[in-house]
């Protein structure tokens, strides 16, 4: 099996870089037996989205990475750790690559070829041409819209299965698609696109998983596209546990050449 490189992880950090704002309130989750409700309205979709935003302290688990830019094909199993808003944590076998990001900082090393990259999120921002911050990977991964949904209004239609949300004012720089299940009312797909600058991000869901009471992805596909170039990363979550004690070994070895981004 092949080992994803630095510079590959970090092609995999910007591809899921999109962000969102984490919202905290806290209110009862909604549940429904998976079928769709034509009686429903955009407000009151978008609302039991965010009722039902995951809850958790920590998560820990595996996650299965398949990448492809359409010259390359790599796949590797790492071990995830997550600590709400304050850290995410990624080994590869072995610890020979290992990632962790925080608030504020992204930080690799790969020691196949003796580098790191230690940085902030402004590299990120300027490569997507919008602002990327800690909340975007997180929010990202837990199956949250890629905006909060509450600041706009939607007109919805019903699909056989999901409820399909586009703004009822189309953006100057942006057009959106969310499409939300009808089971736990998270993420079913998202579409984030750039016409003019042909660039496409697309988010889809699959399999929602219960731990306890939580619906997690069970698998994550990604496709990112800019003008000529594709990529497509798959993230097949697996073992994921909830609200267990973590910690975060980091220190990037001595002796590495820096990777300074331009």
């Given at each position: 099996m092949m080992q994803l490189s630095l510079r590959t992880y970090l092609r995999i950090a910007t591809v899921c870089s999109f962000a969102l704002f984490v919202f905290s309130c806290k209110s009862a989750k909604v549940i429904s037996d998976g079928s769709m409700?034509?009686?429903?309205?955009?407000?009151?979709?978008?609302?039991?989205?965010?009722?039902?935003?995951?809850?958790?302290k920590t998560?820990?688990?595996?996650?299965?990475?398949?990448?492809?830019?359409?010259?390359?094909?790599?796949?590797?199993?790492?071990?995830?750790?997550?600590?709400?808003?304050?850290?995410?944590?990624?080994?590869?076998?072995?610890?020979?690559?290992?990632?962790?990001?925080?608030p504020d900082r992204v930080s690799f090393y790969n020691k196949m070829d003796?580098?790191?990259?230690?940085?902030?999120?402004?590299y990120l921002s300027k490569l997507l041409g919008t602002e990327v911050d800690y909340s975007i990977l997180q929010n990202m991964l837990l199956g949250q819209a890629l905006f909060d949904l509450r600041n706009d209004k939607f007109d919805l239609s019903i699909g056989k299965d999901n409820y399909r949300l586009t703004p009822k004012t189309a953006g100057a720089l942006y057009k959106t698609l969310f499409q939300i299940e009808p089971k736990n009312f998270k993420m079913d797909l998202q579409q984030l696109s750039q016409p003019l600058k042909k660039r496409l991000l697309e988010i889809k869901y699959e399999n929602y998983q219960l731990v306890g009471k939580?619906?997690?992805?069970?698998?994550?596909?990604?496709?990112?596209?800019?003008?000529?170039?594709?990529?497509?990363?798959?993230?097949?979550?697996?073992?994921?546990?909830?609200?267990?004690?973590?910690?975060?070994?980091?220190n990037i070895p001595k002796g590495f050449k820096e990777i300074v981004l331009e």
């Open positions: 409700d034509d009686r429903l309205s955009a407000k009151s979709v978008v609302k039991a989205h965010y009722q039902n935003k995951l809850e958790f998560l820990t688990g595996r996650v299965k990475i398949d990448y492809s830019d359409g010259e390359d094909e790599q796949s590797v199993s790492v071990s995830l750790r997550m600590e709400k808003d304050k850290g995410i944590w990624i080994s590869a076998p072995l610890g020979i690559v290992k990632a962790y990001i925080t003796n580098e790191y990259f230690d940085g902030d999120f402004s939580e619906a997690i992805p069970n698998e994550v596909s990604i496709l990112a596209i800019e003008e000529n170039n594709e990529n497509r990363i798959l993230l097949e979550y697996r073992n994921i546990e909830l609200n267990r004690d973590v910690n975060f070994p980091y």
